[in-house]
């Protein structure tokens, strides 16, 4: 079966750390890219970050960017997102997400296939 | 960063009715338009991408349509399970990808 699960999560003070994980099965995760998108309570998805199936292309969003870092380590099929400077607007599911291209007349189209089940961070003092 | 608007925010419907959500972006996105289902307490499921192709196990009274600025959504025949929220999200400008903020479809 095809899964992502999701860990790390928790109550951090603003200023804060922490480190997310997602760990793979069911597939090659090595040939895919993977994503973090994060949904604040309520509201809608937020792309977060973006790691090319080798980990040598990174994407941060702007919102993110200089405070989170994405990684992997395909030897142990696993996702990370390390949080840094922890605001309170960054509370929220995150979920990690596998990217896949498909291909429509010869065109590549790409979108997020699988979902973990989200890990909640919750930033609060 | 490419703006996504989804209308309505709420829709409220009933078994059998079919639905249209709209979503439209603040430039072309040619056809790089997904869609997604969320039903409360999970994870997204893509639904539809590249504009109008469905994934393998999705049902086809889904469908999708547009190209540029604007797209749709319709649910032809809504079902008990179809009850969730919707996004869209534009991939023009893959990786970075931005989300529409949501349509709940409510009974």
């Known amino acids: 079966e095809v899964q992502l699960v999701e860990s790390g999560g928790g109550l951090v003070q603003p200023g804060g750390s922490l480190r997310l994980s997602c760990a793979a099965s069911?597939?090659?995760?090595?040939?895919?890219?993977m994503n973090w998108v994060r949904q604040a309570p309520g509201r809608g998805l937020e792309w977060v970050s973006y790691?090319?199936?080798?980990?040598?292309?990174?994407y941060d969003a702007d919102s993110v960017k200089g405070r989170f870092t994405i990684s992997r380590d395909n030897a142990k099929n696993s996702l990370y997102l390390q949080l840094n400077s922890l605001r309170d607007e960054d509370t929220g599911v995150y979920y990690c997400?596998?990217?896949?291209?498909?291909?429509?007349?010869?065109?590549?189209?790409?979108?997020?296939?699988?979902w973990g089940q989200g890990t909640t961070v919750t930033v609060s003092s | 960063d490419i703006q996504m608007t989804q209308s309505p925010s709420y829709l409220s419907a009933s078994v059998g009715d079919r639905v249209t959500i709209t979503c439209r972006a603040s430039?072309?996105?040619?056809?790089?338009l997904n869609w997604y289902q969320q039903r409360p307490g999970k994870a997204p499921n893509l639904l539809i991408y590249?504009?109008?192709a469905l994934p393998r196990g999705v049902p086809s009274r889904f469908s999708g349509s547009g190209s540029g600025t604007e797209f749709t959504l319709t649910i032809s025949s809504l079902q008990p399970e179809d009850f969730a929220t919707y996004f869209c999200?534009?991939?023009?400008?893959?990786?970075?990808?931005?989300f529409g903020g949501g349509t709940k479809v409510e009974i």
């Open positions: 999200q534009q991939t023009y400008s893959t990786p970075r990808t931005t």
């Open positions: 790691t090319s199936s080798r980990g040598n292309v990174i």
């Open positions: 590249g504009t109008s």
């Open positions: 430039q072309s996105v040619t056809r790089y």
């Open positions: 069911g597939f090659p995760f090595s040939s895919y890219s």
């Open positions: 997400a596998r990217g896949v291209e498909y291909s429509i007349s010869g065109k590549p189209y790409y979108g997020l296939d699988v």
